[in-house]
């Protein structure tokens, strides 16, 4: 059974930084990619940034890019996403989410589509307020 676990949420002041881990368990092999979204209150959940197994291609959304990096440690099966100058508008719960799809796999893949990912975490909340 595969299983993804996300941690590193709270409260957090604006302006400030947190990093954000997720774990995943019973994927043999490894997660051709890793991916991160989140869903704001009253709003669908929308796309943050990915890492293929390499980390040679990441992928952001343009409201994050300055201000977000995503990593992962395959050895751990773990990838970590660092927000830097937090704004209110970072509120909301992260999600990990993988594909079933090996390393291996070299064929098309949309990193920002949620449709392209097959097991999800609970998530956790980040909360940006003063």
């Known amino acids: 059974q595969v299983r993804l676990e996300e941690s590193g949420g709270g409260l957090f002041q604006p302006g400030g930084s947190l990093s954000l881990s997720c774990v995943v368990s019973g994927l043999t092999g490894g997660a051709y990619a890793m991916g991160w979204f989140r869903q704001a209150p009253g709003k669908e959940r929308e796309f943050v940034a990915a890492i293929n197994w390499s980390g040679g291609i990441q992928k952001y959304a343009d409201s994050v890019e300055d201000r977000f990096t995503i990593s992962r440690e395959n050895a751990e099966d773990r990838a970590y996403l660092r927000l830097y100058r937090l704004i209110p508008e970072d509120t909301g719960v992260f999600y990990c989410?993988?594909?079933?799809?090996?390393?291996?796999?070299?064929?098309?893949?949309?990193?920002?589509?949620?449709?392209?990912?097959?097991?999800w975490g609970q998530g956790t909340q980040v909360t940006v307020s003063a």
């Open positions: 989410a993988v594909p079933d799809k090996s390393p291996f796999y070299s064929g098309v893949f949309d990193y920002t589509a949620a449709s392209s990912y097959d097991y």
